[in-house]
């Protein structure tokens, strides 16, 4: 069955680097596109990233322009998200997810499969 693991959360301070992983299985990876989402606590899970299936699009939400970079390593069935300039703002669980819509997108009914998340912790 498919499977997506995501790793590498952890606690750091503010202004630090993160990089997030995302391991698929089950699926062929290079064709669908992936994304990254994140749920703060009492807060509505939101779009981060997204990455097309070669890796060479990439889009983001606002918050993150500038600070995060969504890519992918076909060949190792992997995906990542390196997260600079963290905030306190950032912290929240993070998932990955693939979706074969035709295009990039934020809309989460556009991904079907779902990794469990990742805990990111940024503290001022």
């Known amino acids: 069955q498919v499977q997506l693991v995501e790793s590498g959360g952890g606690l750091v301070q503010a202004g630090g680097s993160l990089r997030l992983s995302c391991a698929a299985s089950g699926l062929t990876f290079s064709t669908y596109k992936m994304g990254w989402f994140r749920q703060a606590p009492g807060k509505e899970r939101e779009f981060v990233a997204a990455?097309?299936?070669?890796?060479?699009?990439?889009y983001y939400a606002n918050s993150v322009k500038g600070r995060f970079t969504a890519s992918r390593d076909n060949a190792k069935n992997t995906g990542y998200l390196q997260m600079n300039g963290l905030k306190p703002e950032d912290t929240a669980v993070y998932s990955c997810?693939?979706?074969?819509?035709?295009?990039?997108?934020?809309?989460?009914?556009?991904?079907?499969?779902w990794g469990q998340g990742t805990q990111v912790t940024v503290s001022s």
């Open positions: 990455v097309s299936d070669n890796g060479d699009n990439a």
């Open positions: 997810a693939t979706s074969s819509y035709y295009t990039l997108t934020h809309l989460e009914k556009k991904y079907n499969y």
